[in-house]
């Protein structure tokens, strides 16, 4: 084997703005076309955000404006604005910025100046403009690269502030578009922990009087057992109440106003704390299990100079509060001890909700320990030669491999749909579990179903949620079926299981539907795939008179060499949002239960597009 030489000429060293667009997963964790909540596009938007949070959070500005139109960004924030002398530095020079003083910025978001150079880099289009006491200056760049800057005069009464415009990069973001649901959320996030911030997306108002409260008010769907248990101190609130509705535990939990979306310390430092605190309490040894087991609860800290686990600051890793100061676990713990314990010794009946809640649980835990025995046994027997999983090699736990994030299990109907995929997917970051025929409609029914039906049973363990989203071993749960009215129900069947049984899994935009081609349209020269009937129509226009037209039915008539385009690079994934305010039991009572005329009609509705479609194709 020929050896190659290692030279000086081997040695290069990049400009700063070469090396995150040549490494932006370091920066912003993975790209995607903005179909997926992390995706990187709302990581630039975030990055531009924490700035504007970090000058209300020192006193500056009470007002944040937000637009977002074709794919450019702007937020104009009200605090004092970037030293006119340090306009072009902040946003291109690494290693600079106002965050590295801490009595500047005690308590901030971003500590490591990266953020707004990343946005820089990343934009084909980017612009800073500063204003400060009459006078204004701003610069422009093209990824990265400096192309103009100027000052001049401020308009008349115009405020002081930061105003940041960007358009990312559709070279490293292909084909992205900004989700507004997305962008909605974390728009409400920033409102609720900033109590006194007004913000505004696009025109619309957002702002929070009663902060956590609000959050939980406005996330929670259905019943909950008892009002709201608001805590406040210093650097630290809490939200909790328990659902009537939910199996699970849900938690939002922040950081210094950023979103631990993998929560962290300061979170497994609450859900502890409120296990003792209730053991005491009621001075019973109740299993931790049975305490959480629906609460749906937020926590927010503020902690001087955290360390998250990566750059995108989603699970937070320090143990201290400050150097030398005491530990978040004490923190935390000490503060639930205090404040929930009196709490529940003034509100005797939330105490006597609380208790009742835990002792349904430790009696429906029993009632399954028999069941869910068995189940395992059957699924870790099942697992060894499970017919139904083709397992990836990577999964979203392994945190020292950076594809962790792209982990995808496709859940597919029947042998020759999930054939086509396990044949052309990545083995590394792509599994699939294979359905046979329909799934049971699992509405109105216990959870012990979850453990008798085989099925179900093995789709909980491939995914490993049995005990809540921790250990979720996909990012991305993919359902994959047909485009017809049998695929259209199993998509609805397995939602249902999905709701009912693991809402969180929805609710943090883990299950997304694949998207595949309805149509072929080529001639002899190219090939194009269409995902609607107008870029049918857009395609026999672009390749002229009588092409071939296919009409895809079934993910089984694609075959494996088309198939590879379509869960590869520019895979389409629509991801599965709720509206905040929709009840998920009225949701799947609606397209669950009994028949309603409401329903019956959507239904024909629907299916009169798809023979609409039908009989143009053969004309």
Same mark, same amino acid.
């Given at each position: 084997?020929?050896?190659?030489?290692?030279?000086?000429?081997?040695?290069?060293?990049?400009?700063?703005?070469?090396?995150?667009?040549?490494?932006?997963?370091?920066?912003?964790?993975?790209?995607?076309?903005?179909?997926?909540?992390?995706?990187?596009?709302?990581? &630039?938007?975030?990055? $531009?955000?924490?700035?504007?949070?970090?000058?209300?959070?020192?006193?500056?500005?009470?007002?944040?404006?937000?637009?977002?139109?074709?794919?450019? $960004?702007?937020?104009?924030?009200?605090?004092?604005?970037?030293? &006119?002398?340090?306009?072009?530095?902040?946003?291109?020079?690494?290693?600079?910025?106002?965050?590295?003083?801490?009595?500047?910025?005690? *308590?901030?978001?971003?500590?490591?100046?990266?953020?707004?150079?990343?946005?820089?880099?990343?934009?084909?289009?980017?612009?800073?403009?500063?204003?400060?006491?009459?006078?204004?200056?701003?610069?422009?760049?093209?990824?990265?690269?400096?192309? *103009?800057?100027?000052?001049?005069?401020? %308009?008349?009464?115009?405020?002081?502030?930061?105003?940041?415009?960007?358009?990312?990069?559709?070279?490293?973001?292909?084909?992205?578009?900004?989700?507004?649901?997305?962008?909605?959320?974390?728009?409400?996030?920033?409102?609720?922990?900033?109590?006194? &911030?007004?913000?505004?997306?696009?025109?619309?108002?957002?702002?929070?009087?009663?902060?956590?409260?609000?959050?939980?008010?406005?996330?929670?769907?259905?019943?909950?057992?008892?009002?709201?248990?608001?805590?406040?101190?210093?650097?630290?609130?809490?939200?909790?109440?328990?659902?009537?509705?939910?199996? +699970?535990?849900?938690?939002?939990?922040?950081?210094?106003?950023?979103?631990?979306?993998?929560?962290?310390?300061?979170?497994?430092?609450?859900?502890?704390?409120?296990?003792?605190?209730?053991?005491?309490?009621?001075?019973?040894?109740?299993?931790?299990?049975?305490?959480?087991?629906?609460?749906?609860?937020? $926590?927010?800290?503020?902690? =001087?100079?955290?360390?998250?686990?990566?750059?995108? /600051? @989603?699970?937070?890793? +320090?143990?201290?509060?400050?150097?030398?100061?005491?530990?978040?676990?004490?923190?935390?713990?000490?503060?639930?001890?205090?404040?929930?314990?009196?709490?529940?010794?003034?509100?005797?009946?939330?105490?006597?909700?609380?208790?009742?809640?835990?002792?349904?649980?430790?009696?429906?835990? #029993?009632?399954?320990?028999?069941?869910? /025995?068995?189940?395992?046994?059957?699924?870790?027997?099942?697992?060894?030669?499970?017919? *139904?999983?083709?397992?990836?090699?990577?999964?979203? !736990?392994?945190?020292?491999?950076?594809?962790?994030?792209?982990?995808?299990?496709?859940?597919?109907?029947?042998?020759?749909?999930?054939? +086509?995929?396990?044949?052309?997917?990545?083995?590394?970051?792509?599994?699939?579990? +294979? &359905?046979?025929?329909?799934?049971?409609?699992?509405?109105?029914?216990?959870?012990?179903?979850?453990?008798?039906?085989?099925?179900?049973?093995?789709?909980?363990? %491939?995914?490993?949620?049995?005990?809540?989203?921790?250990?979720?071993?996909?990012?991305?749960?993919?359902?994959?079926?047909?485009?017809?009215? !049998?695929?259209?129900?199993?998509?609805?069947?397995?939602?249902?299981?999905?709701? =009912?049984?693991?809402? !969180?899994?929805? *609710?943090?935009?883990?299950?997304?539907?694949?998207?595949?081609?309805?149509?072929?349209?080529?001639?002899?020269?190219?090939?194009?795939?269409?995902?609607?009937?107008?870029?049918?129509?857009?395609?026999?226009?672009?390749?002229?008179?009588?092409?071939?037209? @296919?009409?895809?039915?079934?993910?089984?008539?694609?075959?494996?060499?088309?198939?590879?385009?379509?869960?590869?690079?520019?895979?389409?994934?629509?991801?599965?949002?709720?509206?905040?305010?929709?009840?998920?039991?009225?949701?799947?009572?609606?397209?669950?239960?009994?028949?309603?005329?409401?329903? =019956?009609?959507?239904?024909?509705?629907?299916?009169?597009?798809? #023979?609409? $479609?039908?009989?143009?194709?053969? #004309?």
């Amino acid at each position: 084997m020929a050896k190659s030489n290692y030279t000086e000429d081997n040695i290069r060293s990049l400009d700063w703005q070469e090396h995150i667009r040549t490494r932006p997963g370091m920066y912003i964790g993975k790209l995607g076309d903005g179909s997926a909540f992390d995706d990187g596009i709302y990581v &630039l938007l975030k990055e $531009v955000m924490d700035n504007s949070i970090d000058e209300f959070m020192m006193g500056e500005g009470k007002k944040i404006d937000i637009t977002v139109k074709d794919g450019v $960004v702007a937020i104009r924030d009200f605090g004092r604005g970037i030293p &006119l002398g340090k306009v072009v530095d902040v946003v291109s020079k690494m290693n600079t910025g106002g965050k590295y003083d801490s009595e500047a910025f005690k *308590k901030s978001i971003g500590l490591n100046g990266v953020g707004t150079k990343a946005v820089n880099a990343l934009s084909i289009n980017f612009k800073v403009t500063s204003f400060r006491d009459g006078q204004c200056k701003a610069a422009e760049f093209s990824k990265g690269i400096l192309t *103009k800057e100027y000052k001049l005069a401020a %308009a008349p009464n115009e405020k002081n502030g930061t105003l940041v415009e960007f358009k990312p990069d559709d070279t490293i973001f292909k084909k992205y578009h900004y989700v507004h649901e997305y962008i909605d959320k974390m728009v409400w996030n920033y409102a609720f922990l900033n109590t006194g &911030l007004t913000l505004t997306l696009n025109g619309q108002e957002y702002a929070s009087k009663n902060g956590l409260r609000d959050l939980l008010e406005k996330n929670i769907s259905g019943e909950t057992l008892y009002p709201i248990i608001h805590l406040k101190g210093e650097d630290i609130e809490i939200a909790m109440t328990h659902s009537n509705e939910h199996f +699970s535990e849900e938690y939002y939990s922040y950081v210094n106003g950023q979103y631990t979306t993998q929560g962290g310390t300061h979170l497994g430092a609450f859900r502890e704390a409120v296990v003792k605190t209730i053991r005491e309490f009621f001075k019973k040894d109740y299993e931790p299990l049975d305490v959480r087991k629906s609460i749906i609860a937020a $926590v927010s800290v503020k902690v =001087q100079e955290p360390v998250f686990e990566s750059q995108t /600051k @989603t699970k937070l890793g +320090s143990h201290e509060i400050a150097p030398g100061g005491q530990s978040i676990r004490t923190f935390i713990g000490d503060f639930i001890k205090q404040q929930l314990d009196n709490y529940l010794h003034k509100n005797p009946d939330v105490a006597k909700a609380i208790e009742a809640k835990i002792v349904a649980n430790e009696r429906e835990r #029993k009632e399954l320990s028999g069941i869910q /025995k068995l189940a395992r046994e059957r699924a870790k027997k099942s697992s060894l030669h499970n017919k *139904k999983l083709r397992d990836c090699r990577v999964h979203l !736990d392994d945190l020292k491999d950076q594809k962790r994030l792209d982990t995808t299990l496709f859940i597919c109907e029947g042998d020759s749909a999930s054939g +086509s995929i396990t044949k052309t997917r990545d083995v590394n970051t792509q599994a699939v579990f +294979s &359905l046979k025929g329909k799934p049971l409609n699992c509405f109105g029914l216990g959870k012990k179903v979850v453990y008798e039906n085989e099925e179900f049973n093995l789709l909980q363990a %491939a995914l490993n949620i049995e005990d809540g989203l921790d250990d979720l071993r996909y990012n991305n749960v993919v359902i994959a079926t047909d485009a017809d009215v !049998d695929g259209m129900h199993i998509r609805l069947l397995l939602l249902t299981f999905f709701l =009912q049984f693991f809402p !969180d899994l929805v *609710k943090n935009n883990h299950v997304k539907i694949l998207q595949t081609p309805l149509f072929r349209v080529r001639n002899k020269k190219e090939t194009i795939y269409c995902y609607s009937d107008e870029e049918r129509k857009a395609a026999i226009a672009k390749l002229g008179p009588k092409p071939e037209i @296919t009409r895809f039915k079934g993910l089984g008539e694609i075959s494996p060499d088309e198939f590879k385009h379509f869960i590869g690079k520019d895979i389409r994934l629509e991801p599965v949002l709720l509206d905040q305010k929709a009840s998920i039991q009225e949701l799947l009572n609606y397209y669950m239960g009994k028949n309603t005329p409401d329903r =019956q009609e959507f239904i024909i509705d629907n299916l009169r597009v798809e #023979k609409d $479609v039908e009989e143009e194709l053969l #004309k």
